[in-house]
């Protein structure tokens, strides 16, 4: 069992039988009041965000999720789509809401992990840090520093981000996927 105070960012437990995650969580102490957490929380079968205070006395079950590694497949219309990895028969579909901004990261045929809870994969969550190759950059022209030296570039999963100006086509990248940043060329 957990208590209020035990909801810290990343503390993933049951509220209102749906397994939550919480994102940001701050405790606050007013004169003369108990104390109370205030969290932003995220829904891990639906994806959607709510902001709750809980006080003394609010107790929660831990979720008891698992993990198993599942095959990103494509991506068609918002929806992305996976398979279990050493059976591909098995398929199943997230929408871009469930996934999050991540998704843009994924390339087709890698292995990610997939969340289970109660028997049922519910969300995907995508490795820290990806390689990715840049299909579509700009030549960087010297003295352009007006941007800090930086340039859009597009790698093979469409994904767009800021790169330095040294980026061409065709090199391999690390990004950062909780950032969205880029990280070196490797």
Known sequence: MLSHTDLKKGTQFIFEDQPWEVVDALLVKMAQRRPVVQTK???LISGAFQERNFQQGDMFDEAGLEKKNIKFLYANR???????????SKRFSFTEAQIGSKGKFFKPNSIVVGIIF?????TVVAPIK???KVKETPPGVKGDR???????????????????????????????TELEEYVKRV
């Open 41 to 43: 929380m995220k829904n």
């Open 146 to 176: 007006a941007q800090g030296g930086t340039k859009e570039a597009t790698l093979e999963s469409g994904a767009v981000i800021q790169v330095p100006l040294f980026i061409e086509e065709g090199d391999v990248i690390e990004i950062n």
């Open 130 to 132: 990806v390689q990715l």
């Open 78 to 88: 918002g929806e992305y789509f996976f398979c279990e990895e050493k059976d591909p």
């Open 118 to 122: 109660n028997e049922k994969i519910i």
